[in-house]
């Protein structure tokens, strides 16, 4: 009996501690993403999806970083799409990337993701979207506003989103 109720104890924790981890991780309604999508899967483009990513977040913090609230975020995005496109296109330039590039800003599609055992369900996401050539290669993206893949543009590569998730959400939504 005693065994029992220890093994009950135990799963009881564990479904209490990873339903804890995966609510922290949701990304609210609210929320705008940003993506790079690779032109190929070829080492190459994969590296240039990387350097993009890594400049734009850069370029994104400092444009948002003293934003409150979505609406505000919005605007700033809306009214500094020549500057991200700046920002992208001297990434492209200092790597001598010659495939061409889109940005949109508005809904665009995602595809599911599981991150850190928390599956984010496909669909058309508010978001900054930068295509790199055809577009057929493997994407990276996070979440730009409220700015939790730009913790790490102000931080390190080292960051664990999931110790400020609910602050965030809480202080920006």
Known sequence: MKK???????CFCFYLFTNVHAESLMIPEEAIRMRVLANSNS???QTIKKEVSIEL?????HL?????????????ITNNMD???ASVKATLVRLDYDAGYQINYGMNYFPNKEFHGVTYEEGYYESVLVTLGS?????WWCVLFPPLCLLEAEESDQVE???YVKELIDQYL
């Open 135 to 139: 577009g057929e290669g493997d994407n």
């Open 4 to 10: 029992l109720l220890i093994v009950i104890v135990v």
């Open 161 to 163: 989103y999931q110790f």
């Open 64 to 76: 948002l970083k003293n934003t409150k609230g979505v609406e505000q975020a919005r605007k700033v």
């Open 43 to 45: 080492d190459y483009d």
């Open 83 to 85: 500057e991200i496109e």
């Open 57 to 61: 977040q850069k370029s994104m913090y």
